[in-house]
């Protein structure tokens, strides 16, 4: 369980967060209730798939989604414990 995020790790995030379409993806899988599939993701941008691959990897090595490989299928979910964290950490910076 991460209790605190070191401060390269909120660095991290903050620039993986610091782009629109990586935060309408972030916002596009926080309303599934299951993991949201790639293509499900992909479908609501008109980006190339190189270019959505840049973003949502991005996300997952901010560890802010959690990736699971389902054969040729890629299905995310929210990483609650990570975004749980950065949100305290910026909610004691005191802004």
Same mark, same amino acid.
Do not use: W
């Given at each position: 369980?991460?209790?605190? /995020?070191?401060?390269?790790?909120?660095?991290?995030?903050? +620039?993986? #967060?610091? !782009?629109?379409?990586r *935060?309408?993806?972030? @916002?596009?899988?926080?309303?599934?209730?299951t993991?949201?599939?790639?293509?499900?993701?992909?479908?609501?941008?008109? /980006?190339?798939?190189?270019?959505?691959?840049?973003?949502? +990897?991005? #996300?997952? !090595?901010?560890?802010? *989604?959690?990736?699971d @490989?389902?054969?040729?299928?890629?299905?995310?979910?929210?990483?609650?414990?990570?975004?749980?964290?950065y949100?305290?950490?910026?909610?004691?910076?005191?802004?």
């Amino acid at each position: 369980m991460i209790t605190e /995020l070191n401060i390269k790790q909120v660095e991290k995030i903050s +620039k993986a #967060l610091g !782009d629109p379409y990586r *935060l309408k993806i972030m @916002k596009i899988v926080s309303k599934s209730e299951t993991c949201t599939q790639c293509c499900d993701v992909s479908a609501e941008f008109n /980006l190339a798939q190189s270019t959505m691959s840049h973003h949502i +990897k991005q #996300l997952i !090595d901010a560890d802010l *989604l959690i990736a699971d @490989k389902d054969g040729r299928n890629l299905k995310f979910v929210i990483n609650k414990e990570v975004c749980g964290a950065y949100a305290d950490y910026i909610k004691n910076l005191g802004l």
